[in-house]
């Protein structure tokens, strides 16, 4: 298996696609439902890239992120937040909490994945 995704979304169906096209793709892949399942998941997965959506039951995208940076593999792991919320005073707020990339929804898949390989390939 290649590099360790985790896709933390609690929309089923943009979990479902995104874990089918990145599998497809070569990648060891993950999905978490909501903040705290993701932070779990993380600690035991050890992923090296997590797709994270802003708004999530139990702990919100930006909490997680907040905590994923804070921990042993922090400032390794790659992170994309995925969000609805494409204000610029959400954008920073991602990036200021650590974020690598702020994506908005609705987002094309296959530029999402493209977007996935650059950065895992940029280390």
Do not use: W
């Not at 590099?3 to 990145?22: G, T």
């Not at 400032?75 to 609805?84: H, Y």
């Amino acid at each position: 298996m290649g590099e360790r995704i985790l896709i933390v979304d609690d929309e089923p169906n943009i979990a479902a696609s995104l874990e089918f096209l990145l599998q497809r793709g070569g990648y060891d892949v993950r999905v978490a439902h909501n903040g705290e399942e993701a932070l779990a998941q993380a600690e035991a997965f050890r992923p090296q890239l997590v797709l994270l959506d802003v708004m999530m039951p139990k702990l919100n995208g930006y909490e997680v992120c907040q905590r994923l940076r804070q921990g042993e593999n922090g400032t390794r792991v790659k992170i994309v937040m995925l969000t609805a919320r494409g204000r610029e005073v959400d954008v920073e707020k991602g990036r200021a909490l650590g974020a690598d990339l702020y994506v908005t929804k609705p987002f094309s898949t296959r530029e999402l994945v493209a977007q996935v390989r650059e950065l895992l390939a940029a280390g």
